[in-house]
């Protein structure tokens, strides 16, 4: 039998109101559904997804000055950019790419 949206949700509500179920059992569902609600904040607080992509966009944009100052500061002809600059860079190029790329939606 599949769990439909919100199917949890009901069945948490349906423990807590129902007389014959143990008090611990009820505490336990009380917990459940504050921790369910917590987690759909975090979906739908747009802020958090938009200060998450203001820091790694820095941090992209603060690489690649870092590593343009550190290439005109020294010699031109024999540079190379410390591979930690390169792995902090690609990292948050990465994390933005997964960000904003689009999700596949479900079909199913």
Not at 46 to 53: F, G, N, Q
Not at 69 to 80: M, P, R, S, Y
Not at 87 to 104: C, F, K
């Amino acid at each position: 039998m599949a769990i439909q949206h919100g199917g949890i949700e009901n069945l948490l509500k349906l423990i807590e109101t129902d007389p014959s179920v143990p008090a611990d059992i009820k505490l336990q569902a009380r917990k459940l559904t504050g921790d369910i609600e917590a987690a759909s904040a975090l979906r739908t607080d747009v802020w958090i997804y938009r200060a998450v992509v203001v820091v790694l966009g820095v941090t992209v944009l603060a690489t690649i000055m870092g590593g343009l100052g550190l290439a005109f500061k020294g010699d031109l002809t024999n540079f190379k950019l410390p591979s930690e600059i390169v792995a902090i860079g690609s990292a948050a190029v990465g994390a933005l790419a997964g960000l904003l790329a689009p999700s596949p939606k479900d079909n199913g």
